[in-house]
């Protein structure tokens, strides 16, 4: 039987990390994954293809709608070949996934193709082809999440279906009802939208994005009417039903009365949940939240002390990056280091266009707080750069301590803000001040003039465009 300093058990953005850096710091590695490509969620039905998606649509939205404006002609119809975008996304995703065999391999880390499941605390069995045990003096859990649904819907991967679907439809729907305004509704509901698609979204909240500062979810909700999305919020969906080639989504709406949506696709989005199925925790001592994660301490350690718990499958945002941040941190735990994660400036991004993106405090919650804030809000269209590319919608907005002038949160919608938002973190890591920004000269023309305008704004209304 082999034995380990480490395994692994599931090879997404938070395994394969944690993997990379434990085999850095001199441990013997194994990494563990029950699919046949490295990567989980994120590589080859998350992050990665969801972005492919929205590249590809975003050209043909382009071609469609804006070329002409700047002087471009194409002769012909201008058409989509979905076959070919799908194809194209899966050979994005084969070429990152293989990326990540390459880093195993160059790491020494030992790669099972298997399902890894606990025989107890040091021994792990992963079923395969055959049958394999190993023995780990550690064990960190990353087996991420899988797609929520609703009680009373039946998900028949055809029409009534989840992100992973929807990453591989065969046609374009007529008409695709999104049960859930969260990012990833919201980013697959754009992809189909700019293909021709309508796009009825129906969110139980009173708001899309209902997590984020209400003032970017405001003015998404504005954009994305402007792109003729049909938004519902504040419907309650509570049933779903296919028809031959039809799906009825029933609702009921904020004053009680009944909705019907009628369309050829859903896509539920309803969130995500922990995935912990076939490991046999019990065996190990690991014990779960009452939600159903895997219960873990500030170390990440979980009721089993040589056994960590890191990503989806533990509380937290949802994100890849928060996932690889929790990967090196349990890695250079197990080295004897002293390393250490800011939950606060974690961001948050939505890639639609504009894009969305945020990190530190929404207002909301200073306000629940009870910090006295400041606001300096700066809207794109001010900006020479923003009228060059076309892309007017949106703003930058800085809460800012009202008495100390320290950066509490950045919030903005905007082309690109999901680069932009890395100079936000980077300024409150080292808890800078609004004024700090303000002073700092930025490239002229980029989109990065928005942080200082609206930096500027929150030191005694100083911005300088507006
Ligand atoms: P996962 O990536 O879920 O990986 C877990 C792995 O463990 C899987 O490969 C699974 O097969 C394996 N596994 C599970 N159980 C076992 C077992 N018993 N034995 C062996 N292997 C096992 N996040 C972002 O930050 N940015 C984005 O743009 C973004 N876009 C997204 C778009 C979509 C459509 C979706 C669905 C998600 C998106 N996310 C995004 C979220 C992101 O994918 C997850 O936060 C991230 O993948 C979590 O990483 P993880 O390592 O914790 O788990």
Redesign the pocket.
Known sequence: MKSYDVAI???????YVAAIRCAQLGMKTAI????STL????L????IP??ALLDSSHHYEDAVKHFEEHGIDIPGDIKVNLEQMIARKQSVVDQTTGGIDFLMKKNNIDVYQ????FKDATHILISGEETTEIEAKNTII????K?STLPFIKLDKERVIT?TEA?KLKEIPKHLIVIGGG??GL??GQVYKRLGAEVSVVEFMDRILPTMDSGVSKELNKVLKKQKFKINTSHKVKSVERVGDEVIVKADNKKGEEVTFTGDYVLVSVG?HA?T???NLEAAGVKLTERGKVEVNEHLQTSASNIYA????IKGA??????EEEGVFVAETLAGQKPHIDYNLIPG?V?TWPEVASVGKTEEQLKEAGVAYKTGQFPMRALGRSRASMDLDGFVKILADKTTDEILGVHMVGARAADMIAEAVVAMEYRASAEDVSRMSHAHPTFTEAIKEAALAATDNRALHI
Do not use: F, Q, W
């Not at 058990?9 to 395994?15: F, L, Q």
């Not at 990567?39 to 994120?42: D, I, Q, V």
């Not at 298997?114 to 499941?117: D, E, I, Q, V, Y």
């Open positions: 058990i599931g090879s997404g953005p938070g395994g563990i994954e029950k699919y990567g989980g969620t994120c080859n039905v998350g992050c969801s972005k298997g399902l890894g499941s990353a087996t991420g999440s797609p992100s990453l990012v990833i980013e697959l995500r995935y199925e076939g490991l890191i990503g989806d499958v949802m994100l890849a990056h928060k996932s991004v890639y």
